[in-house]
């Protein structure tokens, strides 16, 4: 019996953030983007980031440059993958041969990638996006809750939340840009079939959006909708206090309860996603973030204030 895909969606949700805490510590310091975790100024320049990457996109898809688009995407699913695997495969080098200069690890995790872009290339099924979707979101959760620590990351979350709202439902240029993306079988979102045989291919007629009393070919869910609220999660993890507590330490109980809190956005969420109409997550996911980060610290810790932001 196949699980409900809105379960599903709540699964891929949960083992993103919390694949994204136990790999954290595996990266080095330095591998992060942003020196200084404690700057609030670094969400801006993710921001900024954002905004030019998306521009780009949508300039992209409007002059009809699918090939350079797609290609831009395979080389960024390639270094990503490379950046994930490269530290793993490098503890369990140095766990077998400590006196190891890291080059094992760093062809296996070549390799590993190269198999992995070749899949996607030739296949782009929905599993192979779901896969390689997964591994990017893991990775780039760990790697930006490592860099930032919750003050940031809480400017982050608010910033990425409005700008959802604005460019799903005012410009609505986020949901051309879903609409131009996934049929390239980009591992941008993840796809949930509705149905056993369903095929990437259903999607050329039909398109992301269904009206209402239509059968769904599929759910989606934003890849970034996993990512951006995790990130909360992790630097939680990284940057509160380790002390003891039930079972786990307070830090990662806090970001149990951050996991948690966005789950029950999701939940919420799906009142308006089942109408079939596009769906801003993150006010949703993030406000549930924000919320179970807050009501977790203040449990654990047993105080409300400025330390909660990390001040």
Same mark, same amino acid.
């Given at each position: 019996m196949r699980p409900h895909p809105v379960l599903t969606m709540a699964i891929f949700y949960a083992v993103v953030q919390v694949g994204a805490i136990l790999l954290a510590p595996i990266f080095l310091p330095q591998m992060g983007p942003f020196p200084d975790p404690n700057d609030p100024v670094n969400p801006l320049i993710y921001i900024v980031m954002i905004l030019l990457m998306t521009g780009l996109l949508l300039v992209l898809i409007k002059i009809g440059? $699918? =090939?350079?688009?797609?290609?831009?995407?395979?080389? %960024?699913?390639f270094v990503t993958l490379l950046?994930?695997?490269?530290?793993?495969l490098l503890e369990v080098e140095l766990s077998i041969a400590p006196d190891s200069f890291g080059w094992a690890s760093l062809i296996f995790a070549i390799a590993i990638s190269a198999v992995l872009l070749f899949a996607l290339v030739k296949s782009g099924e929905w599993y192979v996006i779901n896969m390689i979707g997964l591994i990017l979101a893991v990775g780039i959760t760990a790697i930006l809750g490592m860099s930032l620590s919750i003050l940031p990351v809480m400017?982050?979350?608010?910033?990425?939340?409005?700008?959802? %709202?604005? %460019?799903?439902?005012?410009?609505?240029?986020?949901?051309?840009?879903?609409?131009?993306?996934?049929?390239m079988r980009l591992p941008v979102m993840f796809v949930i079939p509705n149905r056993r045989d369903f095929s990437m291919d259903d999607l050329k007629d =039909?398109?992301?959006? $269904?009206?209402?009393?239509?059968?769904?070919? %599929?759910?989606?869910?934003?890849?970034?909708?996993?990512?951006?609220?995790?990130?909360l999660?992790?630097?939680?993890?990284?940057?509160?206090?380790?002390?003891?507590?039930?079972?786990?330490?307070?830090n990662l109980w806090v970001a149990v309860g951050t996991i948690i809190g966005g789950l029950l956005g999701y939940l919420l969420l799906l009142r308006y996603v089942m109408r079939g109409k596009p769906q801003a997550g993150l006010p949703f996911l993030n406000g549930g973030a924000i919320l179970g980060y807050l009501i977790a610290y203040v449990?654990?810790? $047993?105080?409300i204030g400025l330390s909660a932001i990390g001040l």
């Open positions: 440059r $699918q =090939k350079v688009l797609r290609t831009l995407f395979y080389v %960024a699913v950046y994930v695997f490269t530290p793993l400017i982050l979350l608010i910033i990425m939340a409005v700008y959802d %709202a604005i %460019a799903v439902y005012k410009t609505k240029h986020m949901v051309a840009l879903a609409e131009g993306v996934v049929p =039909k398109g992301l959006t $269904q009206r209402e009393g239509q059968g769904r070919e %599929a759910f989606f869910m934003g890849v970034g909708d996993t990512v951006i609220p995790g990130i999660a992790v630097s939680a993890s990284i940057y509160l206090p380790d002390t003891a507590s039930f079972l786990l330490t307070a449990i654990v810790y $047993q105080s």
